[in-house]
């Protein structure tokens, strides 16, 4: 039982550039999240789904698209990657919405 | 504004020095307050889940509590296991989820 996987840990990406975030969980969730974390500004909610072929913007969307590819998995993609877009991207699930959330280990992504 | 601030922003301590960790939450429709451990490089670990003002919910030397406006981390008896950074989290009406930014412990033998 892996719980939340993310592929990769580490990418290095230059401005214009567009990479995919994978996640997956098999812990049969209803509901996935991606954050972003930045020093000083704990976790912001990117977007998330709420249930299999739904998906929702959360507090800091732009710039980014999800897909909801099936019960398991949860991509995030950057179009074209911004040095505002360095961060640290957290996935997560949660039974539904409202319940506790657990958390993949983060990708760590740098654009220069 | 939806907000949640988290107080200290860092908290030195000696082992077995008691203290508590503030959240407090300025937020419309609150679903749910929520704490989890993040451990430096790791996601965050889900500790607790707190629905109504007056509640209380412990796990060995933890206790959360939550009040209309606030909730508050107990450590009691801290070891250096416990240094971590505790982030406090609130369901918004929406689905939203806002995080405070964290407080980083540090227990020292």
């Known amino acids: 039982n892996a719980g939340v996987t993310q592929t990769p840990k580490f990418q290095v990406l230059k401005t214009g550039q567009s990479m995919t975030l994978q996640c997956a969980q098999d812990?049969?969730?209803?509901?996935m999240y991606w954050y972003r974390q930045d020093p000083g500004m704990g976790l912001r909610l990117i977007y998330y789904s709420a249930s299999e072929g739904t998906t929702d913007k959360g507090e800091v969307p732009n710039g980014y698209n999800v897909s909801r590819l099936n019960k398991r998995e949860f991509s995030l993609r950057l179009e074209s990657a911004a040095p505002s877009q360095t961060s640290v991207y957290f996935c997560a699930s949660s039974e539904r919405t409202g319940d506790e959330q657990y958390f993949g280990p983060g990708t760590r992504l740098t654009v220069t | 504004e939806d907000q949640v601030t988290q107080s200290p922003e860092a908290l030195r301590l000696q082992e077995g020095e008691s203290s508590s960790l503030n959240c407090s939450y300025t937020v419309s429709g609150l679903r749910g307050l929520f704490w989890y451990r993040q451990d430096p490089g790791k996601g965050p670990e889900f500790l607790f889940t707190?629905?109504?003002a007056g509640e209380e919910k412990e796990k060995e030397r933890l206790k959360a509590t939550l009040t209309k406006k606030e909730s508050f981390l107990h450590i009691t008896a801290p070891k250096p296991e416990d240094s971590a950074t505790y982030l406090c989290a609130v369901q918004l009406g929406n689905n939203d989820m806002r995080f405070g930014a964290g407080t980083r412990l540090t227990v020292k033998p």
């Open positions: 812990m049969n969730h209803n509901s």
């Open positions: 707190l629905y109504s």
